[in-house]
């Protein structure tokens, strides 16, 4: 099918016929399929109906059952984008295009160095979520980060206040498994963390997080944080004023090496945690 059969066809419909129409060429019935990839028939089914999302887990298990060569994992980023609050969808084109990405987190561990489970239990902290929304947002976060994967992935630099490290998300060991991947982080070619400590007491950035992007075209844009919708914008004052306030920022943080020993001793407390008896 070619992308000019494709603008009026939504991407999840578009995952399911394909799905259903590879699953028929190769001879199989939802039930074996099902069976070979570990999942429900139920799922399999409402996949192809457009009933629901699949994950990259899924249509990681169809491409090899059936012996695709990418027929359904490209066209995931299609069905991120439109899982995605409408409001966001603009940043993830931005994000999958940019040179470099700069962000600042004062929270939360920033969703592009996110685990599954550290994912699950922010997204889950949001009010009347169902059970499928949620999974469909852990998805999207997750399949965000595959611009990590890309030949040419941006340069991103993430500046986290120290708290973030000891806000237990998920408890301890959904926090060591998290800080384990951050330090798995580091020694990706194009990823830096900085931590900025509590001693300094410092105040400024902590209303909000931000991300930076600096594109190719020149254009950059950024990406605020808010307790409801985030905002992005390209307007020259807001990208003036956040750069300075990013650089400001980070003249506090420590060197990476500082960082990295920072985070292998929290990992370390958390271990403790696990291990501590319960009452």
Same mark, same amino acid.
């Given at each position: 099918?070619?992308?000019?059969?494709?603008?009026?066809?939504?991407?999840?419909?578009?995952? *399911? !016929?394909?799905? @259903?129409?590879?699953?028929?060429?190769?001879?199989?019935?939802?039930?074996?399929?099902?069976?070979? +990839?570990?999942?429900?028939?139920?799922?399999?089914? !409402?996949?192809? @109906?457009?009933?629901?999302?699949?994950?990259?887990?899924?249509?990681?298990?169809?491409?090899?059952?059936?012996?695709?060569?990418?027929?359904?994992?490209?066209?995931?980023?299609? +069905?991120?984008?439109?899982?995605?609050?409408?409001?966001?969808?603009?940043?993830?084109? +931005?994000?999958?295009?940019?040179?470099?990405?700069?962000?600042?987190?004062?929270?939360?561990?920033?969703?592009?160095?996110?685990?599954?489970?550290?994912?699950?239990?922010?997204?889950?902290?949001?009010? *009347?979520?169902?059970?499928?929304?949620?999974?469909?947002?852990?998805?999207? @976060?997750?399949?965000?980060?595959?611009?990590?994967?890309?030949?040419?992935?941006?340069?991103?630099?993430?500046?986290?206040?120290?708290?973030?490290?000891?806000?237990?998300?998920?408890?301890? !060991?959904?926090?060591?498994?998290?800080?384990? #991947?951050?330090?798995?982080?580091?020694? #990706?070619? @194009?990823?830096?963390?900085?931590?900025?400590?509590?001693?300094?007491?410092?105040?400024?950035?902590?209303?909000?997080?931000?991300?930076?992007?600096?594109?190719?075209?020149?254009?950059?844009?950024?990406?605020?944080?808010?307790?409801?919708? *985030? #905002?992005?914008?390209?307007?020259?004052?807001?990208?003036?004023?956040?750069?300075?306030?990013?650089?400001?920022?980070?003249?506090?943080?420590?060197?990476?090496?500082?960082?990295?020993?920072? +985070?292998?001793?929290?990992?370390?407390?958390?271990?403790?945690?696990?291990?501590?008896?319960?009452?």
């Amino acid at each position: 099918m070619s992308e000019s059969e494709r603008p009026s066809v939504s991407p999840l419909i578009l995952f *399911g !016929s394909e799905l @259903r129409r590879l699953r028929t060429e190769r001879g199989y019935t939802i039930d074996q399929l099902a069976e070979a +990839i570990a999942f429900s028939p139920s799922l399999v089914g !409402s996949v192809e @109906r457009a009933a629901r999302r699949p994950g990259r887990d899924f249509a990681e298990r169809c491409e090899e059952t059936l012996a695709l060569s990418g027929e359904l994992l490209r066209l995931l980023p299609l +069905i991120t984008k439109e899982a995605s609050p409408k409001w966001f969808r603009p940043w993830t084109k +931005i994000e999958e295009e940019a040179l470099t990405l700069r962000t600042w987190e004062p929270l939360l561990i920033p969703g592009l160095l996110q685990t599954e489970r550290y994912a699950r239990a922010v997204l889950k902290g949001k009010p *009347g979520v169902s059970a499928d929304e949620l999974e469909q947002a852990v998805d999207a @976060r997750l399949q965000r980060q595959a611009i990590f994967d890309k030949p040419d992935p941006p340069m991103f630099s993430a500046i986290l206040d120290e708290g973030v490290l000891h806000r237990p998300i998920g408890g301890p !060991s959904v926090m060591r498994e998290q800080l384990e #991947h951050l330090l798995k982080m580091t020694t #990706h070619f @194009r990823v830096t963390i900085q931590i900025v400590p509590l001693t300094l007491g410092v105040t400024t950035g902590l209303l909000g997080g931000f991300i930076v992007a600096h594109m190719p075209n020149a254009q950059d844009a950024v990406y605020f944080e808010s307790s409801a919708n *985030g #905002h992005v914008t390209d307007r020259t004052e807001d990208l003036r004023a956040v750069n300075v306030r990013y650089d400001t920022i980070r003249a506090w943080a420590h060197p990476l090496h500082v960082t990295e020993d920072l +985070i292998r001793e929290t990992v370390i407390n958390y271990d403790r945690d696990e291990q501590r008896p319960r009452n």
